[in-house]
């Protein structure tokens, strides 16, 4: 149980053209899913909070009109890299939390998206 | 602001050997702590979560720790294998605030286990 996918797993577009990557919960239905990016032997580094039927929360310098972030559905959070540039190439990976405290507060990660923007 | 350092960025050991990954955190009001296993160009498969108030988690091989007074975790593997060569990481997350908690990583050991 508890599965993340994304769609899709790598991708190379052109500078200023727009990129969609899409998380599900296969299994269990997230009203919080995450959104994270990494760097080269870096860590990951939370962008923003995706909460089904509102609005995302954002991180300390995410810039949320370059990163559009749908949560549509119990199981569906969407990113957009709006105008991608060379500098927005990362790995990014999602997250999805089952609801209740009986999870503990623990996040299950989806397979990650490689961007590669020429 | 909570800050998780794991030390050293890299190691590499013979098969067989039993060996202990650090990590250390600065604000020890957390909920729980996790340890992940990534490969390259993979995502995060989640190996270990321990509660704040328990003191160890075991499942096969691995058994993590937790000092939450003096902010430590260990993740412990006995018997490595080449195929527990990975990146491990260990993040916590803040005490319980409700859906948005959010993690804090690690930058990650690369452990690489030599055949």
């Known amino acids: 149980g508890a599965v993340v996918s994304q769609h899709p797993s790598r991708v190379i577009c052109k500078s200023g053209t727009s990129v969609k990557i899409e998380c599900r919960s296969l299994?269990?239905?997230?009203?919080?899913m995450f959104w994270y990016r990494q760097f080269p032997k870096q860590s990951l580094m939370l962008m923003a909070t995706?909460?089904?039927?509102?609005?995302?929360?954002?991180e300390q310098g995410v810039e949320k009109d370059k990163f559009l972030i749908n949560h549509a559905s119990l199981t569906l959070s969407t990113l957009t890299v709006t105008s991608a540039h060379p500098e927005d190439s990362s790995f990014y990976i999602c997250?999805?939390?089952?609801?209740?405290?009986?999870?503990?507060?623990?996040?299950?990660f989806g397979p990650g998206t490689r961007l590669t923007v020429l | 602001k909570q800050e998780v350092t794991q030390i050293p960025a890299a190691l590499s050991v013979p098969e067989g050997e039993n060996l202990v990954l650090n990590c250390s955190f600065t604000?020890?009001?957390?909920?729980?702590l996790q340890w992940f296993r990534q490969d390259p160009g993979k995502g995060l498969t989640s190996l270990l979560l321990?509660?704040?108030?328990?003191r160890e988690q075991t499942s096969g091989r691995l058994n993590a720790s937790l000092d939450k007074s003096s902010g430590r975790s260990t993740l412990y593997i006995a018997a490595s294998q080449p195929g527990d060569s990975a990146t491990y990481l260990c993040?916590?997350?803040?005490?319980?605030?409700?859906?948005?908690?959010?993690?804090?990583f690690g930058k990650g050991i690369t452990l690489s286990v030599r055949p």
């Open positions: 993040a916590v997350s803040p005490y319980y605030t409700g859906a948005n908690s959010k993690l804090t």
């Open positions: 321990i509660q704040s108030s328990q």
């Open positions: 995706s909460n089904e039927g509102s609005k995302a929360t954002y």
């Open positions: 997250s999805a939390r089952p609801p209740g405290v009986a999870s503990y507060n623990e996040q299950f």
């Open positions: 299994d269990f239905q997230a009203t919080t």
């Open positions: 604000d020890s009001a957390i909920y729980n």
